[in-house]
């Protein structure tokens, strides 16, 4: 049975860093795009990066370039989120996306295949 599931959120002053996880188990998520996407309230979901199946090739939104990063590591089964430099606009849900085509900068939540179910994250100013 196909499984993402997040960890790693929580309350972070501004300026602060925190680092998100998504374990993946159940298909050959191997060879699929994973990513992240979040949706604050009353806000629609939107993408913040994603990661070819490789590995070797990663995309951003324009508003966490130079301070997100993401990785997988593909023995483990698990991907990251790196997130410096946090604002309180980054305060929302996080979830991990997976689809088994190649996507960029311009996948959109209606075309993600798999969803986690998401973990909080919360930045005070």
């Known amino acids: 049975q196909e499984q993402l599931v997040e960890s790693g959120g929580g309350l972070v002053q501004a300026g602060g860093s925190l680092r998100l996880s998504c374990a993946y188990s159940?298909?050959?998520?191997?060879?699929?795009?994973m990513g992240w996407f979040r949706q604050a309230p009353g806000k629609e979901r939107e993408f913040v990066a994603a990661?070819?199946?490789?590995?070797?090739?990663?995309y951003y939104a324009d508003f966490v370039k130079g301070r997100f990063t993401i990785s997988r590591d593909k023995p483990e089964n698990t991907v990251y989120l790196r997130m410096n430099s946090l604002k309180p606009e980054d305060t929302a849900v996080y979830y991990c996306?997976?689809?088994?085509?190649?996507?960029?900068?311009?996948?959109?939540?209606?075309?993600?295949?798999?969803w986690g179910q998401g973990t909080q994250v919360t930045v005070s100013s």
């Open positions: 996306a997976a689809d088994p085509l190649l996507r960029s900068s311009t996948w959109t939540a209606q075309t993600v295949r798999y």
């Open positions: 159940g298909r050959t998520f191997s060879t699929y795009t």
């Open positions: 990661v070819i199946w490789s590995g070797e090739r990663t």
